[in-house]
């Protein structure tokens, strides 16, 4: 039997450089027994430990003495193992014993066949937040007896600040808020003149408050006496930034609202969500996203009533190149042969980079079956080209199996075992061609390959 070429990845090692140069993230690897295996730059200037300090110790150091004491280190790895991911907030100690408050999410790292290999730790210093909402709750108490002494605090303030009080209806109700006061940030970030911003309405002023349940958000503070803090997306083009922390509290009746640009943070969370789900070679999704993209593709069929089919390929000749060429002419191959894949599939399709010279195409919502194998030939034809690399013509092709949603498989696990069983059905019987694990809508003359059996491709 035929297995895949195993290559190292210049993109791995990449990616592991760009993690360890993070300095505002403090990111490290746990082995299954919680002792730390990887320290990057922002663990140690989070923590102040170098890695030679901390490598092959238990995570647990790094907590204070209730939580050792209420054995919450060894309950964050249990519900990370039985849930994926664990994450909050608390507090954490430096090496020279000062407490940070921090957040954190800790995930699971399986290997190919689901097995435990460890967890992956992200940890961020939100001690400047903690002392944020704090100094809120002591304004809340100033505020009351010194309005002139808290609207020179907030002119200094980095954060947009706000006073606003309830406007009510004859029965009662809160239908609006007025604005009483603003600093010198906030008529900055609302890009509006404070002279017109106080006294102004709030839901006048910014309708999107309403829209974005804002306005009942603050309401509840005021009904309730509760504090809130919410982050949210902006939909108003005068706010200038993309995303905000708004933090309220009661104030007689109305509330201190506290604004913040985190634009920045949620980029830079965004871009790391997104590196760890992609390839970093090629840029296509990687196995983290592959079980989500299956089941969102089995879902889609049971609620339309169509199909669904995978795709797995292997590039054909791959590691005659990387034999002869090297490892750059390989990664060469496969980024070209990404673009070539991307662009033989439909727009709802998914492929994905499984490792190696291994790609996924997940197609949800296939009405004709005939579109699969137009999808597969498409892929044959455009792998089968030459490729220019390096000054050298490269020929290579693929093989591809397919499995399909529910003619051959009712889960996503045997899909893709379905899928690639076919794969190697087709490797033997020649490369560069396609075979289907089982797909009775289809006529034989319109398939055209060696078609074995549902009985005879598991056998193989």
């Known amino acids: 039997m035929l297995s895949a070429a195993t290559t190292p990845n210049v993109g791995d090692d990449r990616f592991r450089q760009l993690v360890e140069s993070i300095d505002n993230h403090a990111i490290y690897m746990l082995d299954v027994a919680g002792r730390v295996v990887t320290w990057n730059l922002g663990?140690?200037?989070?923590?102040?430990?170098?890695a030679r300090e901390v490598l092959g110790k238990h995570f647990r150091m790094f907590f204070t003495p209730e939580d050792?004491?209420?054995?919450?280190?060894?309950?964050?790895?249990?519900?990370?193992?039985?849930?994926?991911?664990?994450s909050g907030e608390g507090w954490r100690l430096r090496k020279n014993g000062e407490r940070f408050w921090a957040?954190?999410?800790?995930?699971?790292?399986?290997?190919?066949?689901?097995?435990?290999?460890?967890?992956?730790?992200?940890?961020?210093?939100?001690?400047?937040?903690?002392?944020q909402e704090?100094?809120?709750?002591?304004l809340q108490r100033e505020l009351r007896e010194e309005r002139d002494t808290l609207h020179a605090a907030s002119e200094s303030s980095m954060d947009a600040f706000f006073l606003c009080e309830a406007l009510r209806d004859a029965d009662g109700e809160i239908e609006d808020f007025l604005f009483t006061l603003a600093n010198r940030k906030a008529e900055?970030?609302?890009?509006?003149?404070?002279?017109?911003?106080?006294?102004?309405?709030?839901?006048?002023?910014?309708?999107?408050?309403?829209?974005?349940?804002?306005?009942?958000?603050y309401k509840s503070v005021v009904l309730t006496g509760d504090p809130m803090n919410h982050e949210f997306a902006v939909m108003d083009e005068k706010v200038l930034s993309s995303w905000m922390r708004v933090q309220a509290v009661?104030?007689?009746?109305?509330?201190?609202?506290?604004?913040s640009d985190i634009t920045e943070r949620k980029r830079d969370e965004a871009h790391i969500v997104h590196m760890a789900q992609h390839d970093h070679l090629t840029g296509l999704p990687n196995r983290t996203l592959l079980n989500d993209r299956l089941d969102q593709a089995i879902a889609g069929s049971k609620r339309n009533r169509t199909k669904a089919a995978v795709l797995s390929i292997d590039l054909d000749g791959f590691k005659k190149v990387?034999?002869?060429?090297?490892?750059?002419?390989?990664?060469?191959?496969?980024?070209?042969?990404a673009v070539r894949l991307k662009a033989s599939i439909r727009a709802t399709d998914t492929v994905i980079r499984i490792g190696g010279d291994e790609f996924v195409v997940i197609m949800p919502d296939i009405s004709e079956d005939a579109s699969i194998l137009h999808c597969a030939e498409k892929i044959i034809?455009?792998?089968?080209?030459?490729?220019?690399?390096?000054?050298?013509?490269?020929?290579?092709?693929?093989?591809?199996?397919?499995?399909?949603?529910?003619?051959s498989a009712h889960t996503g696990a045997d899909l893709l075992t379905h899928s690639d069983a076919a794969m190697y059905l087709a490797k033997r019987s020649g490369k560069n061609q396609l075979a289907v694990y089982t797909l009775a809508a289809l006529t034989d003359d319109m398939l055209g390959v060696v078609q074995g059996s549902a009985e005879e491709t598991a056998h193989h």
Do not use: W
């Not at 066949?113 to 460890?118: A, H, I, K, P, S």
């Not at 999107?208 to 958000?217: H, I, N, P, V, Y």
């Not at 990387?322 to 042969?337: F, K, P």
């Not at 089968?384 to 000054?391: K, L, V």
């Open 322 to 337: 990387n034999d002869t060429l090297g490892h750059a002419a390989g990664d060469a191959v496969l980024v070209t042969s």
């Open 68 to 86: 050792l004491a209420s054995g919450v280190p060894a309950r964050n790895l249990l519900e990370t193992r039985e849930t994926g991911r664990c």
């Open 381 to 407: 034809a455009s792998l089968q080209q030459a490729m220019e690399i390096d000054g050298h013509a490269l020929q290579v092709s693929c093989s591809v199996g397919i499995a399909v949603y529910p003619d």
């Open 43 to 50: 663990a140690q200037q989070n923590k102040g430990y170098c």
């Open 134 to 138: 704090d100094a809120m709750l002591a």
């Open 250 to 259: 009661k104030l007689r009746d109305g509330v201190a609202i506290t604004a």
């Open 188 to 217: 900055t970030l609302v890009a509006i003149p404070r002279d017109r911003l106080i006294g102004g309405r709030m839901c006048e002023l910014f309708p999107s408050t309403r829209e974005q349940g804002l306005f009942d958000r």
């Open 103 to 131: 957040s954190f999410t800790i995930t699971c790292i399986r290997d190919d066949t689901g097995r435990l290999t460890g967890f992956a730790k992200v940890t961020r210093d939100l001690t400047d937040k903690k002392c």
